[in-house]
């Protein structure tokens, strides 16, 4: 069964807490480490396109999210009023 749903205006801030407060972060930290290792790791393929990375690529996930403070994650659900200040949620 299929369900068709639609997100009203002005809610995707609110049911999309990560993306509101964390992915911007996260995403210039992973960048950052993909340049780091582009740096250092300059090679290309049979048809001269730029090598890419292969399992470092984990890493580069693994680092980013690392530079992610816990304390974010949750004041992020907070701004998008999923969490009250009210609820004594501990990190």
């Not at 999309?16 to 960048?31: C, G, H, R, Y």
């Not at 393929?45 to 690529?57: A, H, I, Q, V, Y």
């Not at 693994?62 to 009250?84: C, E, H, T």
Request: hydrophobic share 35%; proline share 5%.
């Amino acid at each position: 069964m299929y369900i068709r749903t639609a997100t009203p205006p002005g809610m995707s801030g609110k049911w999309q807490p990560l993306d509101v407060s964390i992915n911007k972060s996260f995403k210039e930290a992973f960048k950052e480490e993909c340049r780091h290792w582009r740096r250092s790791n300059i090679s290309f393929t049979n048809s001269r396109n730029l090598g890419k990375p292969g399992k470092e690529f984990v890493s580069f996930v693994s680092i980013a999210w690392d530079k992610i403070k816990p304390d974010g994650i949750v004041n992020s659900f907070y701004a998008a009023q999923i969490l009250r200040k009210d609820n004594n949620f501990e990190t």
